[in-house]
Nanobody
Framework: QVQLVQSGGGLVEAGGSLRLSCAAS????????MAWYRQAPGKRRELIAT???????LYGDPMKSRNTISRDNAKNTVYLQMNRLKPEDTAVYYC???????????????WGQGTQVTVSS
């Protein structure tokens, strides 16, 4: 069984920072791209950033220039450092990864369980 487990998030005041983590576990052969998304109430899920195996990253419009995605391949973990948070950043944040299963080499897409980030004004 392959899964993504998120940690971090919570309540922060406007202007503050948070760091989200997402660790993959299970029978993993390799992990391809990893990404962070968010979904606010009543809105569609939107891409924040994605990062490849080599560390190349792309950022979506939300929170551009205020966040940094990184990964530790040895730990099968992706991070999202969020700075200068605003009330409109309030949402549930999800990690996503493409994972190849050890033994079968089946390609899976997995989502984390989601974590609430609330920014107070």
């Amino acid at each position: 069984q392959v899964q993504l487990v998120q940690s971090g998030g919570g309540l922060v005041e406007a202007g503050g920072s948070l760091r989200l983590s997402c660790a993959a576990s299970g029978s993993i052969f390799s992990i391809g791209s990893m990404a962070w998304y968010r979904q606010a109430p009543g809105k569609r899920r939107e891409l924040i950033a994605t990062i490849g195996v080599g560390g190349n990253s792309l950022y979506g419009d939300p929170m551009k220039s205020r966040n940094t995605i990184s990964r530790d391949n040895a730990k099968n973990t992706v991070y999202l450092q969020m700075n200068r948070l605003k009330p409109e950043d309030t949402a549930v944040y999800y990690c996503n990864a493409e994972i190849w299963v050890a033994g079968t080499y089946e390609r899976l897409e997995r989502w984390g369980q989601g974590t609430q980030v609330t920014v107070s004004s």
